[in-house]
């Protein structure tokens, strides 16, 4: 990737980016140039779509391909559940499965299962087993000692 910078002394400040594929580190450098650093990308059927980690009921890797499902949506967005998880600077999210991580905020219920398994009810009234690998972990957050 060729980069030009050039300091102008009048004039209105502007920044072109030509591409021939928009890949994730462009639609990041775009995100922070827009101002929307906090918000992600991805693609529906209808389209590319941004939105925030806090609309993020789960994700689900299936396929080598990950999904975050809000309550109206499902997206499709770049990189791995493991990516995801080191970008997020909160602990609002918790790897619940080998294939899936919940945002713990929008938890609205939870129920211990037998195997010590844990159902989480989502606000959107799914429902998410927690695996026996990840139980503890999450009863230690909960209780605050992560």
């Given amino acids: 990737m060729k980069i030009d910078i050039k300091q102008i002394s009048e004039g209105e400040e502007s920044v072109?980016?030509?591409?021939?594929?928009?890949?994730?580190?462009?639609?990041?450098?775009?995100?922070?140039?827009?101002?929307?650093?906090?918000?992600?990308?991805?693609?529906?059927?209808?389209?590319?779509?941004?939105?925030?980690?806090d609309e993020i009921l789960y994700l689900e890797s299936v396929d080598d391909k990950v999904f975050a499902y809000t309550g109206d949506k499902v997206i499709r967005i770049e990189g791995s559940l493991s990516t995801f998880m080191n970008e997020q600077e909160d602990e609002s999210f918790f790897r619940c499965s080998k294939s899936m991580v919940i945002n713990v905020g929008r938890v609205s219920a939870l129920k211990s299962l037998s195997s010590n398994r844990i159902d989480a009810t989502m606000e959107s009234g799914e429902h998410i087993i927690i695996s026996r690998r990840y139980a503890s972990d999450f009863r230690r957050l909960l209780k605050g000692d992560r």
Avoid at 16 to 45: A, E
């Fill in 16 to 53: 072109v980016i030509r591409y021939k594929d928009l890949t994730p580190t462009l639609g990041k450098i775009i995100s922070v140039l827009n101002g929307d650093d906090n918000r992600l990308r991805g693609k529906t059927d209808e389209g590319e779509v941004f939105f925030t980690p």
